[in-house]
């Protein structure tokens, strides 16, 4: 992704909105114009890359891709089957209907309590917790039926809701601010350190990937994000020459980041 389509995205995730300037080729000559497009929206983005644009991953929750032999069993399995029973999208497509004529306005009653629960360890946290709290008033709204509501008609988001959200990402957001480290990570430190010896200070590609029983890829993809991170090294520093990867900085102790619903019981409702 280029630098100009990075800043783009930033705006459009900070400000809502697309604002941009170009030149156009007119009858009168070349003339500039001011570009505005209005938000807000969604964005989602796949890549191979290891890594987006810095500035960028601190406006997004990043997903790694689970590269296991038994998901990509399960994938196959999936596309085998795809076709042999035709997806009924009716009640799907009534429930995006229903939506659109609904309330979604949501009060979330815990909201101050729960920004004093969670440590304030990093910077980015303040864009974090705008997020976590959005995706709890999106799963109120998607439960609405079954939630009380203010004397202003507010749905009133209760704590099945943040933990929910907290399941899905709490990880994520650990993991963005460098409080826990993924499974994928601690399993590539792990099988490099089963395999480093005295005789052996650094391994090959080849031997990691077979450690990890996973394809020379999927290995490449974990390797390069480790050493991303720092809990390995690579010690040959001549392009195009096979890595020649070491151990790097130990992996610290997990760090709670987001509180259980349970701490939040007691600021369900309002008082």
């Not at 003339?31 to 983005?45: S, Y």
């Not at 020649?244 to 760090?255: K, N, Q, S, T």
């Amino acid at each position: 992704m280029g630098e100009f389509a990075s800043y783009l995205i930033r705006s459009l995730l900070s400000e809502g909105r697309l604002v941009y300037e170009v030149v156009e080729k007119t009858t009168n000559g070349f003339r500039p114009r001011r570009i505005e497009k209005q938000g807000p929206t969604g964005l989602l983005v796949t890549t191979t890359a290891v890594r987006l644009h810095p500035e960028n991953e601190t406006r997004l929750l990043s997903l790694q891709v689970t590269d296991t032999p038994e998901q990509t069993r399960a994938v196959m399995r999936a596309i085998a089957h795809v076709g042999a029973n035709a997806s009924d999208l009716s009640q799907w497509l009534a429930l995006q209907h229903w939506l659109t004529n609904a309330e979604h306005r949501v009060a979330i009653p815990y909201a101050a309590e729960l920004a004093e629960r969670i440590p304030p360890v990093a910077v980015r946290l303040r864009r974090d917790f705008g997020q976590l709290l959005s995706l709890i008033r999106a799963h109120a709204i998607l439960h609405q039926a079954t939630r009380e509501r203010d004397a202003d008609g507010q749905i009133i988001a209760n704590v099945d809701d943040y933990a929910v959200v907290r399941e899905l990402v709490v990880g994520v957001v650990a993991e963005g601010i460098d409080a826990t480290v993924a499974p994928t990570v601690r399993e590539t430190v792990r099988a490099v350190q089963m395999l480093i010896s005295e005789d052996r200070a650094t391994l090959t590609l080849r031997e990691i990937a077979q450690a990890l029983a996973l394809d020379k890829s999927a290995a490449s993809r974990r390797i390069s994000t480790t050493i991303q991170l720092g809990y390995l090294r690579n010690m040959e520093d001549r392009k195009g020459r096979p890595a020649r990867v070491c151990l790097g900085d130990p992996i610290p102790d997990e760090m709670p980041v987001l509180p259980d619903a349970q701490a939040l019981q007691c600021c369900s409702v309002f008082r």
